[in-house]
C-alpha cells in the first residue's frame, strides 16, 4: 500500500485547512485508516482514526470537535478537516494504514499502523 498525503499549509488561528490521503495497491490489506501528528520535539500523536469496515472514528480530545475524519467511497481515501485552527495544531501529519479497526475508545497507536504517507505540513500561524 502506498499513500500520498496533501494539503498542509500555512493558516491564520481560526482557519480551516483539509488534508487528504490517497492510498494505491493493496488497498484490501487494510481495516482503518489513522491520522497522527508529530510536533518538533514530541512524540508522534495520535489524533483521529475511521474504521473502512462501519466507519467507527475516534478523536483525540485535543481535536474533538474541530477535526472530522471521513472516507471515500471506495475507501481509497481519508481525509481530515481541521477547523478553528490554534497555533498548537502545528505539526507535520501523516496518514496511515492498519490491519486493525479503529477503536471509538483508544487513539491509534502508531506501531499498530503498518503502511505511512509522507507527512504534510501543517503551520498555524498569524
Known amino acids: 500500500v502506498q499513500l500520498q498525503a496533501s494539503g498542509g499549509g500555512l493558516v491564520q488561528p481560526g482557519g480551516s485547512l483539509r488534508l487528504s490521503c490517497a492510498a494505491s495497491?493493496?488497498?484490501?490489506?487494510?481495516?482503518?485508516f489513522g491520522w497522527f501528528r508529530q510536533a518538533p520535539g514530541k512524540e508522534r500523536e495520535g489524533i483521529s482514526c475511521i474504521s473502512t469496515s462501519d466507519s467507527t472514528t475516534y478523536y483525540a480530545d485535543s481535536v474533538k470537535g474541530r477535526f472530522t475524519i471521513s472516507t471515500d467511497s471506495a475507501k481509497n481515501a481519508v481525509y481530515l478537516q481541521m477547523n478553528s485552527l490554534k497555533p498548537e495544531d502545528t505539526a507535520v501529519y501523516y496518514c496511515?494504514?492498519?490491519?486493525?479497526?479503529?477503536?471509538?475508545?483508544?487513539?491509534?497507536?502508531?506501531?499498530?499502523?503498518?503502511?505511512w504517507g509522507q507527512g504534510t505540513q501543517v503551520t498555524v500561524s498569524s
Open positions: 495497491g493493496f488497498t484490501s490489506d487494510y481495516y482503518a
Open positions: 496511515a494504514t492498519s490491519a486493525y479497526t479503529c477503536s471509538s475508545y483508544f487513539s491509534p497507536r502508531p506501531n499498530e499502523y503498518d503502511y
